[in-house]
């Protein structure tokens, strides 16, 4: 017996031009790639991004403060020249970018309206220059990317402005504006192409900047400044605002999620463990009394006979960028007679000071000894003078960390 099957027609030139269509996300230019590291780099697989701290989880001095510096949320750097504006470390509690694994954001407030020609309020993350140098965006090169994106609110709707500056070789600035809706959650991704005249170098020094300009007074702004091109910098920083922010008393400015990758594709966030995040922090500022306990353990000795004092060695959980200089604000420690409890460290009054220390009269005034063998890393030494107490109690509105920042 005969089966005889028969098709429909089908045009052959049709089926062929289906090949090139795309197949999901750069399926076309995946199927293409010639390597496995060509493909990787499409999709941005495995470790990729160059900002620490982008989701704003560790905050290591605190959820607040006001002025220029690093105030909050570790790696986020303030620079104003006003005194009316704080930085926080918020929550994110449902939405977006909620859905997307982040609890955390930074925020800049305007606590006073002000629209001076000469106001800046910025923004600012600074690259280590060899977590550029190794990341493989190759940035003297106009054919290597990266792609920056993070997430952004504004209580006002507003065109804001940021630009990364580039420190090696030429100093250059490549600068874009983004879009606000007042109150809502925005993702901004931007590609920045290399430039011939860059340069990075492969050391602890300063490589690289991103700054998001919140506010820009009508000095550093004007009509000359290009957007989407690298140029050398001259007064104008970016193209004029219209100030909607700058002129809200109360206005807030929100940012998470920020990520600087190589490739021209902006990928999900690269979330890491906490610990992790915490660890790569510390490289940059070390705080062992982090939250108000102590967070590492730190052994004290007591010294017999007349010469009484006290010190204690510390340990750093990792390698800090350059030797740090020690941030201390004890002046307000308590003198007392009854125990420590949980959240404090407890030094306890001997017969008098160890005058070949330095910061031997109280706790206020707190150094090193005074050696060039220690270079502020070391022993750390305190003698009381206060007769009347048996203790001094170190709790948690003090301040006792070590900075290593860019």
Not at 76 to 81: D, F, Q
Not at 261 to 266: F, H, I, L, M
Not at 348 to 373: E, F, H, P, R
Request: include cysteine; hydrophobic fraction near 35%.
């Amino acid at each position: 017996m005969t089966v005889r099957v028969n098709k429909p027609e089908f045009n052959l030139r049709e089926k062929l031009t289906e090949l090139e269509r795309p197949i999901g996300l750069k399926g076309s230019d995946l199927m293409r790639a010639e390597t496995t590291q060509e493909a990787r780099d499409l999709v941005s697989a495995g470790r990729k991004n160059i900002i620490i701290n982008g989701a704003m989880r560790v905050a290591q001095r605190g959820t607040t403060g006001s002025g220029t510096g690093y105030k909050s949320v570790d790696r986020i750097h303030i620079a104003t020249n006003t005194s009316n504006v704080t930085f926080s470390q918020g929550s994110i509690t449902s939405g977006e970018p909620y859905s997307k694994g982040f609890r955390n954001y930074g925020r800049m407030t305007n606590t006073s309206a002000s629209t001076a020609s000469g106001n800046y309020r910025e923004i600012d993350y600074k690259f280590e220059a060899r977590d550029l140098a190794n990341s493989g965006w190759v940035i003297n090169d106009g054919g290597s990317h990266a792609t920056f994106s993070a997430w952004v609110r504004s209580s006002v709707s507003q065109k804001f402005f940021m630009y990364i500056r580039s420190i090696g070789g030429t100093t250059k600035s490549y600068t874009f504006g983004f879009e606000t809706i007042a109150n809502t959650w925005v993702k901004i991704e931007h590609t920045i192409p290399g430039d011939s005249t860059l340069g990075v170098n492969n050391d602890n020094s300063l490589g690289m900047l991103i700054r998001f300009i919140v506010d820009y007074g009508a000095n550093f702004t004007g009509s000359s400044c290009t957007e989407n091109v690298w140029r050398v910098t001259g007064v104008d920083y970016t193209p004029d605002s219209d100030g909607t922010w700058a002129a809200t008393t109360g206005a807030t400015f929100d940012i998470t999620g920020l990520q600087l990758e190589v490739g021209k594709n902006a990928t999900e966030f690269e979330h890491r463990p906490y610990g992790e995040e915490l660890a790569l922090c510390q490289r940059y500022y070390y705080n062992p009394m982090m939250d108000g306990s102590v967070m590492y353990p730190i052994r004290y000795l007591i010294s017999t006979g007349n010469n009484g004092w006290t010190n204690w060695p510390v340990s750093f959980p990792t390698a800090m960028r350059i030797i740090p200089s020690l941030v201390s604000d004890l002046s307000d420690s308590n003198n007392t007679s009854g125990p420590p409890t949980d959240d404090q460290w407890a030094f306890y009054w001997q017969n008098q000071g160890y005058v070949s220390k330095t910061g031997n009269s109280d706790m206020s005034v707190l150094n090193i000894a005074a050696s060039a063998t220690h270079a502020n890393v070391g022993a750390y030494y305190v003698s009381p003078t206060n007769t009347n107490a048996a203790s001094i109690k170190i709790g948690a509105n003090r301040t006792f960390a070590f900075n290593a920042e860019l």
